[in-house]
Each structure stands twice: as structure tokens, then as C-alpha cells.
């Protein structure tokens, strides 16, 4: 079992930047790629950014390409997602998430979830 746990959100102006956190417990994050997810009100959930195990790669989905990095410290059995240039179209719950699949940006092939954490961006 691995218990994570989101923070960092919270409400930020358009422009500005926030740095949300993914801490695990239970099972060491290393043997697991993580994945980033949003879902705004009314939407579903979808794909934002991930990390294989190492940290050594990276994806990201367009909207987030450019102005999104992720990024992660094994050590800390944590992972990161530093938003700059944040605009209100990304007002969401974040989620971090766990998989064994490469490369997967697929909700389904996540196992473990976070609680998340709400992102609001006022214009």
C-alpha cells in the first residue's frame, strides 16, 4: 500500500506560480513512475505531467508543456509540480498518482491516488 498525500495548493493570481507536493508513505516511490492529473468542476479527469522512477524522464500534456515542471526527490519519497504563468483555465483538484506502466498517461493505469489538492487561479 502506498498512502500520498498532495499540498501546495491554494489561490494565486493570474501569472503567478504554485508548487505542489506529493509525499508517500507505506512503499518507497522509487519503483513507482508518478503521474499528475487535474479535474476541473464538471470536467473529467485528465492527464498533466509524468516522471519515470529515476526522474531522468519526463512528459507532459500540451496545455502544460512550457510552463509546468515536474520533477521528484527519491530520497524525500517525494514528487513535485512546479506551475508558472498560471492562467483561471487551470483551476482544478490536482492529484498525484502511482503506475507500473511506462510512459502511461491513462487514469485507469494508475493505482494509487491522492486526495488532492484545489488550485484556483483568479483572472
Known amino acids: ?8 495548493g491554494g ?3 493570474a501569472g503567478g506560480s504554485l508548487r505542489l507536493s506529493c509525499a508517500a508513505s507505506g512503499r518507497t516511490l522509487s519503483t513507482y513512475a508518478m503521474g499528475w492529473f487535474r ?3 464538471g470536467k473529467e479527469r485528465e492527464f498533466v505531467a509524468r516522471i519515470n522512477w529515476s526522474g531522468a524522464r519526463t512528459y ?3 496545455f502544460s508543456k512550457g510552463r509546468f ?3 521528484r526527490d527519491n530520497a524525500r ?3 513535485y509540480l512546479q506551475m508558472d504563468s498560471l ?3 487551470d483551476t482544478a483538484v490536482y492529484f498525484c498518482a502511482t503506475t507500473r506502466v511506462t510512459g502511461s498517461t491513462v487514469v485507469a493505469e494508475y493505482d494509487y491516488w491522492g486526495q488532492g ?3 484556483t487561479v483568479s483572472a
Open 77 to 79: 519519497n517525494t514528487v
Open 1 to 8: 500500500q502506498v498512502q500520498l498525500v498532495e499540498s501546495g
Open 69 to 71: 515542471t515536474i520533477s
Open 11 to 13: 489561490l494565486v493570481q
Open 60 to 62: 507532459y500534456a500540451d
Open 117 to 119: 489538492t484545489q488550485v
Open 39 to 41: 479535474q476541473a468542476p
Open 87 to 89: 492562467n483561471p483555465e
